[in-house]
């Protein structure tokens, strides 16, 4: 018996222009559905239009970006359907922390340098629930923390206390606080060490799994996105040419443009490469050749 799965995310005819000397046509025409706790992986080369599309859903892209067509919409687990595109200023900024919340790669360099985790951790909770006591902001700040694998005593700290994955941490953890039902994360782990590359993704599957979040997840690294995401949407210059269960596209892919994608990566087609999907970022899980470097990232000063 086949579940019902229930959209979270309906993009409908997305188009994105860059309105530059020359106008890009950046995101084409996309419609994709994300559905309900399922983790949507977005691949495709460098400049394909992942970002754009995720500041497009996201409603973050500024100027010379602009959305020339299409709309989202947003389909909340309370019963409502909500158009995106209908949304401005407060409501838009509430919204987004409460019901979709980004992680970008570079996001751990965001941290405000002179406040300390808790401060910036509480605050999200004293802008969107105002309601809070004080001790129920400072307990939820622990327990989110630790939920990321992240020691609750370090809420006293300051970000340049602690290492780089601790720091992304953390904005993971900003993230899920108000318990979105969407999380677009756009090379989250890139910049960090790979072993602590896997123990965060490890962490992200196993949170939307207790969460129920829906994860629209982009990354260059194909074998990577093999291994987390339950479908995956191919990207070439702005428009999705091939979407599919990960484990589908990986064995039968239909695009020629998916298949020289899949054969770029070494890994998955060269000698060593008979790529194993375990479904999840187990312990015996092998990533091939990610697995050697040493953990130095967690060292926090
Ligand atoms: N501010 C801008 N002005 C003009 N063109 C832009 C701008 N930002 C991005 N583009 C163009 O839009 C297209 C899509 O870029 P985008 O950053 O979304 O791709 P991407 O797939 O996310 O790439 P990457 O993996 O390198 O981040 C590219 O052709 C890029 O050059």
């Not at 106008?23 to 084409?28: F, G, L, P, S």
């Not at 100027?63 to 687990?77: C, K, M, N």
């Not at 951790?121 to 006591?133: N, Y």
């Amino acid at each position: 018996m086949t579940a019902v799965r229930h959209p979270v995310l309906t993009i409908e005819n997305l188009s994105i222009d860059y309105l530059a000397e020359t106008t890009v046509e950046a995101v084409q025409d996309v419609s994709l559905t994300l559905y309900r706790g399922e983790i949507l992986g977005l691949a495709g080369e460098s400049g394909c239009g992942k970002s754009t599309l995720a500041y497009g859903i996201t409603r973050l892209l500024k100027p010379p970006a602009f959305i020339t067509g299409g709309r989202v919409l947003f389909s909340s687990r309370e019963g409502y359907d909500l158009d995106l595109s209908e949304l401005s200023g407060d409501d838009l900024r509430a919204f987004r922390w409460d019901k979709i919340a980004m992680v970008f790669q570079g996001a751990m360099n965001s941290l405000n340098p002179v406040l300390r985790i808790s401060e910036q951790l509480e605050d999200v909770f004293s802008t969107h629930r105002p309601g809070m006591t004080k001790a129920e902001r400072r307990r939820r700040c622990g327990e989110l923390l630790e939920r990321v694998g992240v020691d609750r005593d370090r809420l006293r700290a300051y970000p340049h206390e602690l290492s780089g994955g601790m720091r992304q941490r953390v904005m993971i953890a900003m993230a899920l606080a108000l318990e979105p039902q969407v999380l677009v994360m756009d090379e989250p782990t890139t910049a960090l060490d790979v072993v602590v590359q896997r123990e965060i993704l490890q962490e992200i599957t196993e949170l939307r799994s207790e969460l129920g979040f829906a994860v629209i997840f982009i990354t260059h690294d194909l074998p990577l996105l093999l291994e987390i995401s339950d479908r995956i949407a191919v990207m070439r210059a702005g428009r999705i040419v091939e979407l599919d269960a990960a484990p589908v596209l990986y064995t039968q892919p239909k695009h020629p443009y998916t298949r020289r994608l899949l054969s770029s990566f070494p890994s998955l087609t060269g000698a060593r490469g008979d790529f194993v999907r375990t479904g999840s970022l187990g312990a015996d899980t092998s990533l091939e050749e990610t697995t050697q470097t040493p953990a130095t990232e967690e060292v926090a000063s």
